[in-house]
């Protein structure tokens, strides 16, 4: 009998760790024309200089464990400072214009950020997503260069995540690309139909399509699913496969006539896969091994070393941070648990009975029940205090009746507050 043991502390240690080093290396400076101070990482986390999708990443780290960030008002501030009037970002080797992928990638660490310079980016941002897409309805780096399963997907989320509603028609002209550009396996790789399908490109289009709307049972994504779990290596995971565009893919860009620059983007591929899965449902020996994989991996300084980069990069630590508190928001309760058992694919939740636990996590899932359905709390409550000053002559009945119109209304606002619209072709 196999036996996986995650432990809650050793999940909750690692994140720590990581916010713990976060915090240390933050940088802040003074913006270029002497105005507000700015602040914020680079994509290698020890290094002096700061970077706009680095700094994105890094307030979602604060973001996915629910940690309170200090200094977020000086990242917000940098995000200001180096987005483009025309509302896109762009990476340190290429100052002239922005990138899909970029500024895809900071709004989508900010997405959960409600003050108003954030909003602000945030509208700028995915104006510029829409105004740049190719007219197959894909994304490529910039408008007319050839769209890629990344850079498309990538922008998808980041509408979907952002401007959800307002970019639906858009959302679903994107679904029918990533339909159209599967390999004959059912899968996908770095560009449409190559018939070089990896892991990573897999796992990160079924985790978009998931955000989209698309149910883990449509064809689209059982299909994928089942090729995924034939790529896993109990020794590697998901990180050993044949084609090289599963850790890293580049493309140039032609600047000026004389001038090319070399994009690059890394992939840590196993947190990507397991995030894929839990957001299908799918919690097995697989997803297990992995979490015990990336617990084990982390290195004394928080961080996680990936096999094309010889130095420390804050997106290895964010990938791993939303795969290990995804993990724990898809386990029930298990903050109620020392720790959790896989026994041959049966989960077994272990812990001392603790009853100020109890107590916590019964005011928690309370505060969440009323957060998420305050109109029938509010109306519950009207009826049952209001029946009970009906039957005690406390208030007449007439009065009681056209009381009711106030928390019917509340109930009517939440009701199209929370419904959405989601068009499958």
């Not at 310079?117 to 408008?143: L, P, Q, S, V, Y």
């Not at 955000?211 to 779990?229: E, F, K, M, N």
């Not at 804050?314 to 898809?330: E, G, K, Q, V, Y």
Request: proline fraction near 2%; include cysteine.
């Amino acid at each position: 009998m196999s036996l996986v043991v995650i432990k809650t502390s050793d999940i909750e240690y690692a994140i720590s760790k990581s916010i713990n080093t976060l915090i240390d290396n933050f940088k802040s400076i003074r913006s270029d024309n002497g105005g507000n101070e700015i602040g914020g990482w680079h994509q290698f986390i020890f290094d002096d200089k700061i970077g706009a999708v680095a700094t994105s990443q890094g307030i979602a780290c604060f973001a996915y464990p629910n940690k309170e960030f200090a200094k977020l008002p000086l990242a917000i501030n940098l995000l200001k400072n180096e987005q483009f009037k025309d509302g896109g970002f762009t990476i340190k080797i290429l100052s002239e214009f922005p990138l899909v992928e970029s500024t895809s990638g900071v709004l989508l660490g900010i997405r959960d950020i409600k003050n108003e310079i954030a909003k602000e980016i945030i509208t700028k941002g995915a104006k510029w997503i829409e105004n740049n897409r190719n007219d197959d309805n894909g994304w490529g780096a910039i408008k007319e260069t050839v769209s890629r399963v990344y850079a498309t997907t990538l922008a998808m989320w980041a509408l979907s995540a952002t401007k959800g509603n307002e970019c639906q028609a858009i959302i679903n002209e994107g679904i029918d690309w990533i339909k159209n550009a599967r390999n004959a396996d059912g899968c996908w790789g770095e560009l449409p139909r190559d018939e070089k399908s990896t892991p990573f490109h897999t796992a990160f289009v079924i985790f978009v399509l998931r955000q989209c709307g698309i149910s883990a049972d449509s064809d689209i994504i059982s299909t994928s699913l089942c090729w995924l779990d034939e790529q896993w290596d109990k020794r590697d995971m998901w990180e050993s496969h044949n084609e090289t565009t599963n850790h890293i893919e580049h493309y140039d860009l032609e600047i000026t006539s004389t001038r090319r620059a070399r994009i690059i983007w890394n992939h840590f591929v196993t947190p990507w896969v397991i995030i894929a899965l839990l957001n299908c449902g799918i919690l097995n020996g697989k997803v297990f091994r992995g979490i015990d994989f990336l617990i084990n991996r982390q290195t004394k300084e928080g961080c996680w070393k990936h096999q094309n980069v010889n130095e420390f990069t804050l997106w290895a630590i964010h990938d791993s941070l939303f795969c290990l508190t995804s993990f724990l928001d898809r386990i029930v309760d298990i903050k109620n648990y020392d720790s959790v058992e896989l026994h041959d694919d049966v989960l077994v939740l272990k812990g001392k009975f603790d009853l100020a636990r109890k107590i916590k996590s019964a005011v928690s899932l309370t505060a969440l029940y009323i957060k998420k359905y305050w109109a029938g709390v509010f109306i519950s409550l009207y009826l049952l205090i209001g029946g009970i000053c009906v039957l005690k002559n406390l208030w007449c009945f007439e009065s009681y009746l056209i009381g009711l119109i106030i928390p019917i209304s509340l109930l009517v606002i939440q009701w199209r507050i929370g419904k959405t619209v989601v068009i499958i072709r």
